[in-house]
C-alpha cells in the first residue's frame, strides 16, 4: 500500500485530554455535529521566513473553545481555568499553545476553529484534516497546525498558598 492509499484508510480523530473533566475523541462526524463558523479567506505567510505559502480559501470548522467546554475546561470551584494553556499537536510532533484568556476572554477565540471544510469542499487527509487554525493571527502559518491530534490541558504553575 502506498502512503495515499493509506491516508485514505486512517480516520482523523482529536483528542481532548489533560487538565479536563471528561476527556474525549472526537471524529470528523462528530466535530461536525458541533455549532459550525466560517473564516474570511487570508493569505498564509510562515513566520520564521516571511515567506508567502498560499491563499486559502474560506475555512469551515468548530471553535476550539466549544471542544474545550463539551471537554470541561473550568471545575467546579477552581479557579486553575485561569493558569491553563492548550498545547495543539499535529501528527508530526508540531505543536503550538493557545491560553484559556486568548480563547476564552479575547477575540482571538472567536476564530481559532478546528477546519474539516474549506470554500465548501469537505478537506482530505492530504490538505491536514481537520486543520487547526487561529484566524485573528497576524501570521497565520505558526498556528495554522495541519492534521491536528490533540489538544492537551496543562494548568501552569502552583496554587496561590
Ligand atoms: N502538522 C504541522 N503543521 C504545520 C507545520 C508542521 O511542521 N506540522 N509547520 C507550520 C509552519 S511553520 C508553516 S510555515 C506551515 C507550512 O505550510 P505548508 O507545509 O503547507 O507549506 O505549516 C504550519 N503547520
Ligand atoms: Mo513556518
Redesign the pocket.
Known sequence: MDESTILQLAEPVVTIDGNVERPMSLDVPALREFESVALEPFD??????G?F??FVDSYRGVQLRVLLDAAGVRRPGSSDFKRTVFLAH?????A?TFSWHELFNSPVGDRALVAYACGEKSLDIDE?LP?LVSGADTVR????????TRIEAIVLGSPRP
Open positions: 498564509l505567510f510562515c513566520f520564521t521566513s515567506r505559502i498560499r499535529g501528527h508530526d510532533g508540531y503550538v491536514g486543520v502559518a505558526p498556528r495554522h497546525v495541519k492534521r491536528l
